[in-house]
């Protein structure tokens, strides 16, 4: 499964001041604790065999996530090296998807729910400070729940499956605070 995910967070850093001083880099150093929210689309390719046929389809569960990330950055003049974790629940499914004579009619289909009720990331990250911002690039293990029910029909004999497990891979990506 590939995924997109947009999200705007907020984070506290534990131990500031709360204070800005102008000066020539922000002080990033220390352990944070945020939320965020946002939306998420994966794409799933995927394919069903059936008597002799193998149809190619891809499945794109789309919903909104939300959820929490901590970490800790060290900071030496303006170059800023991190860690960070995080956990997301998430809405995203595809329970559109039909396969394979949709329309039942003495034939062969298979009706798709597919869901990602969770993922998380445990990644490193690497930024510039300039100023108030620091702009980073991250990358790690993501890993997550993928839910899948099949229900279908063959030879007016309904059958229905499902699938779930967890599975990991990995994450890049940037961002600026």
């Known amino acids: 499964i590939r995924q997109n995910i947009y999200r705007v967070g907020l984070n506290y850093r534990i131990g500031g001041n709360g204070t800005y001083a102008p000066g020539p ?15 998420a689309s994966a794409r799933n390719e995927t394919s069903l065999a059936v008597l002799g046929t193998n149809e190619q389809f891809t499945l794109t569960p789309t ?8 970490g800790y950055n060290w900071q030496a003049a303006n170059f800023v090296f991190g860690v960070e974790a995080d956990i997301q629940g998430s809405t995203q499914k595809d329970n559109r998807t039909c396969v394979t004579n949709c329309q039942g009619a003495n034939g062969t289909f298979a009706n798709y729910d597919a869901r990602l009720p969770w993922f998380g990331t445990v990644r490193g990250r690497i930024g510039y400070a300039a100023g108030p911002a620091l702009l980073y690039a991250t990358g790690g293990y993501a890993y997550g729940s993928v839910k899948t029910d099949i229900s279908s029909a063959f030879l007016n004999g309904p059958v229905s499956s499902r699938f779930s497990e967890t599975k990991g891979g990995w994450t890049v990506g940037a961002g600026i605070e």
Do not use: H
């Open 25 to 39: 880099a922000a002080n990033w150093t220390g352990f944070y604790l945020g939320g965020n929210f946002g939306s």
């Open 63 to 70: 919903g909104k996530i939300g959820g929490m990330q901590a």
